[in-house]
């Protein structure tokens, strides 16, 4: 196409409208590469990456071309080509200063979690922002100086038509190529930055939008009556604590762990006559453990974030997508966090080797309460150390320390691992045990990474003890949900000692079993106990234990040593598993035998009638809690309302030393206690993404030394002593 042919397209309405999608397009692209990190690897992804602003800048712009008369058809496109700029530039100012996307509710200023953009943010601009402008400057200038001509002819309304909807087909086959990629995309709203991967800023924004706006059609409509319903359920699910159990762990750390991805049947698991998870197991199984044999994982969607959702506010998840992503930026929290400093002075953390927008994180425990939240950011993150969804666990819990130690006891600390996350991938040089052999690599690799992790939490244990942080904690160790899907569950059955012939629904249910072990240091009435319960259980049992009563507040769970806690476990399918019967749907089956009831007595009917009514009734009732924001409406006597505006998690190691400072010797870190030293000293790990640093440690200490020995021979020597403060000062 020769120079002439070129220009007088762009003097033709359609040509204009090309000109304008082309250097849109080619500006978001170069701000994708330069600006966002959102993970995109593989011919593919970035296949998707390259066409995902296409249909939504088609879209828009092609409102422009139903115009007939020139200057305001003109004028239209340039004003849409304009705020679609300063959509895409604001974005870009707010990334760099959240590492996150601006959701409607920031846009607008409703967001009580982020500030949105301010003065600051604009003080970290680049030059390079200027290219993301620059072309209206150009464009404008071609149009006055006739560069460009405008074209008076309108465009056929066919022609138009035609080009919206070749956008719309384009926009779902963008949504199609994304779901591909990563199933459930939409409906499970993982993090922004894959949708924004996936589907580009404008799709991401519209989305948030529409969601936005059905949840304050729902917020709105909500008042204080509507809790009625929600006190009545959870007063009369209330169980009174167990007075042996309650608060014998009074004051001490709590230290969460969230083991990824793990299942009950790994726990005393034996592959090819070898223990997968033997440090795991001497927990499980000693005296100072309470152990949990038939607790399940009662996640949906938002899998990782519903477990933390029930496991911190005894409240479910939701049916459809993640409660933290949906709900979690604007919701009012009673959360663990939250009511254990209010009510028993601990401080708080999360140790999460993922970048903070994961699950939308970074807004979700602002309005918990967590008061330090050390991401992905506050970790060396270079390849070696990664795996898909963050750093190593080994490294988690030994880089962990330098921020842990400054926490002033008693302290709340959650640690979430990933290594044995979907697809149970871990290098070679971490691989220490035997994969099975099924055929199926996920199955096989899962208890590779499960044994990785074992021994993660040993060198952690370890540390606990050597730093002297151990006996003064109780340790909750926890699987989040299954790691093996139903789907690849009959390859597993034979690992099980069960055929995949007779496996059933049954067999999936129990499958959904996860370990919960309360780990207490000096007890000795620990052991493996039979009773049933779920992860929106934790909570209450937890408070309890601390010596907290939970009567004020509104869960939907129920203490486990409490004779009072009833036995029904709810599925978020609105399954359920009872001691004695597991009911998927309308099928009940008996435990134990796995035997479909098809007759059951009149009794039995009436008994599996009313649970199943008690377990649809919780789980909507706690919808109801979350989608309306009825927490709002609620203040528990003696809890005040979190304010989520006193929280920046970028600052959180510095916080911590300030903190320290200013309480001078009152300070009651682990490093204050160490003498104001570290204790980094006492963790002993064969990560060996660590080997290379310890070895250069250890190299740059015996060239001090070696160097201290030479001046000193020098000095004694009696020549110029100037030259060993030298020395040391250079190897410094
Ligand atoms: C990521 C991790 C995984 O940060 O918590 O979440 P999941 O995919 O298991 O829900
Ligand atoms: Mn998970």
Request: a positive charge; hydrophobic letters at 40%; one cysteine or more.
């Amino acid at each position: 196409m020769s120079w002439t042919k070129i220009k007088n397209f762009f003097n033709t309405r359609f040509g204009f409208f090309a000109l304008l999608v082309f250097i849109f397009w080619l500006k978001t692209i170069f701000v994708y590469l330069s600006d966002f990190h959102l993970g995109v690897s593989g011919f593919y992804q970035y296949f998707v990456l390259l066409l995902n602003p296409i249909a939504t800048t088609v879209l828009l712009f092609s409102l422009a071309l139903y115009i007939r008369r020139p200057l305001p058809a003109y004028i239209c496109s340039l004003l849409i080509y304009t705020a679609n700029t300063a959509l895409l530039l604001f974005s870009v100012i707010y990334y760099r200063e959240f590492t996150d996307f601006m959701t409607i509710n920031v846009i607008f200023g409703y967001s009580s979690v982020s500030q949105g953009l301010s003065s600051s943010s604009f003080s970290i601009m680049k030059p390079q922002d200027f290219l993301i402008i620059v072309d209206i400057i150009i464009l404008l200038g071609l149009l006055l100086f006739k560069k460009i001509k405008l074209d008076p002819r309108p465009l056929p309304r066919k022609q138009a038509v035609a080009t919206t909807s070749f956008a719309l087909f384009f926009l779902l086959l963008n949504i199609t190529l994304g779901e591909i990629d990563r199933p459930q995309l939409l409906s499970r709203t993982f993090d922004r930055n894959y949708l924004v991967k996936y589907l580009g800023i404008d799709t991401f924004t519209v989305y948030d939008g529409l969601k936005t706006a059905k949840n304050n059609q729902t917020r709105s409509s909500a008042n204080s009556s509507d809790l009625d319903k929600i006190v009545a359920y959870t007063q009369k699910n209330y169980a009174k604590p167990n007075a042996a159990m309650f608060g014998i762990a009074k004051n001490k750390n709590i230290i969460v762990i969230h083991l990824e991805s793990f299942q009950q049947f790994l726990i005393n698991y034996k592959l090819n006559g070898k223990e997968v998870t033997p440090f795991l197991n001497s927990l499980y199984n000693g005296k100072e453990t309470y152990s949990f044999a038939n607790f399940f994982n009662e996640v949906g969607q938002g899998k990782t974030s519903d477990a933390e959702t029930m496991l911190e506010t005894s409240t479910f998840g939701l049916p459809q997508g993640s409660l933290f992503s949906t709900l979690g930026t604007d919701n009012t929290f009673e959360a663990a966090p939250a009511i254990l400093n209010q009510q028993a002075g601990y401080s708080s953390a999360v140790f999460h080797g993922n970048i903070a927008s994961f699950w939308n994180r970074d807004n979700v425990y602002k309005n918990f309460g967590y008061q330090n939240f050390f991401d992905a950011s506050f970790f060396n993150t270079n390849s070696n150390n990664l795996t898909e969804y963050g750093l190593k666990d080994k490294l988690l819990f030994h880089d962990s320390v330098k921020y842990l130690e400054h926490l002033q006891q008693p302290f709340y600390a959650k640690f979430i691992t990933v290594s044995n996350h979907f697809p149970f991938v871990i290098d070679k040089q971490n691989t220490t045990f035997t994969k099975a052999d099924t055929g199926d690599s996920s199955i096989d690799n899962y208890f590779v990474t499960a044994h990785y992790l074992d021994q993660a939490v040993k060198e952690f244990f370890d540390y606990l003890k050597k730093a002297g942080l151990y006996n003064n904690s109780m340790i909750v160790i926890y699987g989040d949900h299954y790691g093996i899907s139903n789907s690849r569950n009959l390859k597993l059955a034979p690992l099980l000692g069960k055929s995949s012939t007779t496996w059933s629904d049954y067999d999936n249910i129990q499958m959904q079993r996860v370990p919960f072990m309360i780990h207490i240091p000096g007890t000795t009435s620990g052991k493996v106990l039979n009773t049933y319960g779920g992860e929106i259980d934790v909570l209450p049992t937890i408070m309890h234990l601390v010596g907290l009563d939970t009567k004020n507040y509104l869960f939907f769970g129920s203490d486990l040593f409490s004779s009072d806690h009833k036995q029904l476990v709810a599925m978020r399918n609105e399954n359920y598993v009872t001691p004695t019967y597991t009911v998927a749907g309308n099928t009940i089956y008996e435990n134990g035998t796995g035997n479909v009831i098809t007759h059951p007595s009149a009794e039995v009917k009436a008994k599996l009638e009313a649970d199943q009514k008690e377990v649809s009734y919780k789980l909507s009732l706690s919808d109801d809690l979350n989608n309306q924001n009825l927490l709002r409406f609620y203040v528990p006597t003696g809890f005040t309302p979190v304010n989520p505006g006193n929280y920046t998690y970028k600052n959180s190691y510095l916080n911590l030393l300030n903190l320290e400072k200013a309480l001078k010797t009152t300070s009651k870190s682990l490093w204050a206690q160490n003498g104001q030293k570290t204790t980094i000293d006492k963790y002993s790990t064969d990560a060996p993404e660590l080997k290379t640093t310890d070895q250069d440690k250890a190299n740059v200490e015996s060239a001090k030394k070696k160097a201290k020995k030479q001046a000193a021979k020098k000095q004694a020597s009696s020549t110029n002593a100037s030259s060993s403060a030298n020395i040391s000062a250079t190897i410094k």
